[in-house]
């Protein structure tokens, strides 16, 4: 969802830079970075090593209030995403969001949409390990009732490509704010503009 649907990474720094300075402790952009597409447990830990005297469900309320405030002022759909989906859903293909944030921001963001555009969410709090582990991503096909060999998914961060390959799925790595190497376990594009059904029908080929 974060960096793939909506572009709510910058939300997101900044809402861990006002924590930490606030704590009196030092947090820069590319700090922000290194927890892109990682589980809110694991940001939360190390917001707490630089200074943030708070627990972590706490830090992780936090941080999740302060981002769905921003995306109620201003969803960003990230270019050519909504019409993928949109796409999708015409033509009848079961679709699933798998985010590490917690569910009640991603039903707000898929409520958001204007169209009903997934039949399962599966959300950070809905799993015991967080991406790049792959139990997200096998429980979405699960939920699905699909073999995850036949499922397409779009990620936009190291550890949510790390997780779908991990699971079996064929993966598009779609990098944003942090660049992804080439690889021959994932197909490599630079935006879902233009990105149309038949263009993952031939990847998943």
Not at 19 to 40: F, I, N, R
Not at 147 to 175: H, K, N, R
Request: contains cysteine; aromatic residues 4%.
């Amino acid at each position: 969802m974060d960096g793939t649907l909506v572009d709510t990474e910058p939300y997101w720094l900044d809402a861990e830079s006002d924590l930490v300075h606030a704590a009196g402790g030092v947090w820069t952009p590319e700090d922000g970075l290194q927890l892109v597409g990682s589980g809110l447990e694991r940001s939360a830990l190390i917001l707490q090593s630089r200074g943030v005297e708070l627990g972590v469900e706490e830090i992780i309320t936090t941080l999740t209030d302060r981002v769905r405030e921003r995306i109620g002022e201003e969803a960003p759909w990230r270019p050519g995403a909504r019409e993928l989906l949109l796409e999708l859903r015409e033509a009848g293909i079961p679709t699933a969001l798998v985010t590490m944030s917690r569910r009640s921001m991603a039903l707000e963001v898929v409520g958001a949409l204007g169209f009903e555009g997934f039949d399962v969410v599966v959300a950070g709090d809905d799993v015991e390990h967080a991406k790049p582990h792959p139990e997200p991503y096998l429980s979405a096909a699960a939920q699905l009732g699909v073999d995850i060999e036949q499922c397409v998914a779009l990620e936009d961060s190291e550890p949510g490509v790390a997780s779908a390959v991990a699971a079996g799925a064929t993966v598009v790595a779609l990098p944003l704010h942090i660049p992804i190497p080439p690889s021959p376990a994932y197909e490599l594009r630079d935006t879902m503009v233009g990105l149309r059904l038949a263009d993952l029908r031939a990847v998943l080929a």
